[in-house]
């Protein structure tokens, strides 16, 4: 067989689908559920688009077992979930909420009778509302109410959970909650606050990784998943890839160099002058913990070029293609390159693309399909670069398509479709999409095709 046409991935590569429980589960008040920063949030008008609400989003939370058939279905054998902080905990800290505890170890129960290996995200944007009303991420409790939560997650599910991931994307919920004020809390904090709230969250990824040793038990895993923003050398020659990894380093600072080498770095701090943050004895040793990954959602990246000693970071033109969600620019070569650089600057020990997928408002069905090629293309072109990686040896050992099912977008509703499975958001009824298809085949051959 030719092997331009024959693009292999390594054996046990982990194939799966990602969801997040407030994009996905309903159910919002149900159970015990205490309020999240989400469910306020979508309640202020203007807030979310068409003020819309994560109330029912997929009532996955009665629906789960009908999904997860379809996981099984579609031939995934491994599922990344995040659970619902306030389901377990309704005031943030505190009386522990068993029918929550209860929903969830229903849900693993399930995935593992079908054979479907859980990977689960501590936190996923979801802040008990309680919280956000004594500070939220400013507050350096909140880390402390997340090491409790954490250690109650472990005890009750370590037995069926082997692999955890403590925070999903740090970038988003502290830049976009508390400095831009467009996701949940909605706040625009000055440059101290927002150094400080990075450093709690920091700190929390730290105590998660301290609940799991403590408390995971035999073969437990754990690691971040971080958003870098990539950056892609113009051209693939040393100076420009010098450049770009001198821009990814310093955009990714805050986060991935104090949790690899347990120090901010000089340039950082110099960056923040008098509004760097307070780090209090013993939080490096905590935050640098050793992990077993790093998890990596990658959708799209920059292209910068190195002008003489300085990295030139490219604003995107106008006619530059995009999906539907505006941000998404396509740029696949960012796939390959945001693990190259992590590999390169941070060796961790594996990392797993733990979301990557694209939004699109697609077109109703043509004859009961939904022919969604868009997808399907943006999907192959960014499996074609991080096949690229594995053939290179960097350790890239599983892939998680974001996302199972169309969901609750955050601040853009029931907008910006990312489902590989559509969701008919009146009816509930689920279909698979082309790309679903396409996707089933690619994990049963273990290739691109
Ligand atoms: C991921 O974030 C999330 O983990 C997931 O929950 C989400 O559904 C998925 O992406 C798709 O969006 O304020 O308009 O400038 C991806 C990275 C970076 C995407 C920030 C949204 C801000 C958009 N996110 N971006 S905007």
């Known amino acids: 067989m030719s092997s331009t046409v024959n693009y292999p991935f390594p054996k046990n590569f982990i194939w799966g689908a990602a969801t997040a429980a407030t994009q996905i589960e309903g159910a919002a008040a149900e159970d015990g559920k205490g309020p999240s920063i989400w469910d306020d949030f979508s309640k202020q008008p203007?807030?979310?688009h068409g003020g819309h609400t994560p109330e029912i989003?997929?009532?996955?939370?009665?629906?789960?077992?009908?999904?997860i058939r379809l996981i099984r279905k579609l031939g995934l054998k491994n599922y990344r979930l995040s659970i619902a902080w306030p389901r377990i905990l309704p005031e943030g800290r505190g009386a522990i909420n068993q029918r929550g505890l209860d929903f969830y170890r229903r849900l693993i129960d399930t995935l593992l009778d079908h054979e479907i290996t859980p990977w689960v995200t501590m936190f996923h944007w979801d802040l008990p509302l309680a919280l956000e009303h004594q500070g939220g991420w400013r507050n350096r409790g909140t880390a402390e109410a997340f090491g409790t939560y954490a250690d109650t997650i472990v005890k009750a599910l370590g037995d069926r959970v082997k692999n955890w991931i403590t925070l999903n994307e740090i970038p988003c919920f502290i830049g976009l909650g508390y400095k831009e004020g467009r996701h949940a809390p909605g706040a625009k904090e000055s440059p101290r606050v927002i150094n400080q709230a990075y450093h709690h969250a920091i700190l929390a990824h730290g105590q998660g990784v301290r609940a799991v040793r403590e408390h995971g038990?035999?073969?437990?895993?754990?690691g971040l998943t971080h958003n870098p923003e990539t950056a892609i050398p113009l051209l693939e020659i040393p100076t420009d890839i010098a450049a770009a990894r001198r821009s990814f380093a310093e955009r990714n600072a805050h986060i991935l160099a104090p949790i690899f080498h347990g120090r901010y770095p000089a340039e950082y701090l110099r960056r923040c002058g008098a509004d760097r943050p307070v780090v209090a004895?013993?939080?490096?040793?905590l935050i640098a913990q050793p992990t077993d990954f790093l998890g990596i959602n990658i959708y799209t990246g920059y292209f910068v070029r190195a002008k003489g000693s300085r990295a030139e970071a490219l604003p995107f033109?106008?006619?530059?293609?995009?999906a539907a969600s505006e941000w998404l620019y396509l740029a696949p070569q960012a796939m390959y390159w945001v693990l190259n650089h992590c590999h390169a600057l941070y060796q961790p020990k594996a990392m797993y693309v733990t979301e990557n997928g694209v939004g699109y408002d697609d077109e109703p069905a043509a004859n009961g399909e939904y022919l969604d090629l868009h997808r399907r293309d943006y999907l192959r072109q960014s499996l074609l670069h991080i096949q690229r990686a594995t053939q290179e040896k960097i350790p890239c050992k599983g892939y998680f398509l974001w996302s199972l099912i169309d969901n609750f977008e955050w601040a853009d509703g029931y907008t910006r479709r990312f489902g590989i499975v559509h969701n008919d958001f009146e009816t509930q009824k689920r279909t698979p999409k082309l790309s679903a298809h396409w996707y089933q085949q690619v994990v049963k051959q273990n290739r691109l095709l």
Do not use: L
């Not at 004895?281 to 040793?285: I, V």
């Open 317 to 322: 033109p106008a006619q530059y293609p995009r």
């Open 57 to 67: 989003a997929c009532d996955h939370y009665h629906r789960f077992p009908e999904d």
């Open 46 to 48: 203007g807030r979310v």
């Open 217 to 222: 038990g035999r073969g437990a895993r754990v």
């Open 281 to 285: 004895k013993g939080d490096f040793a």
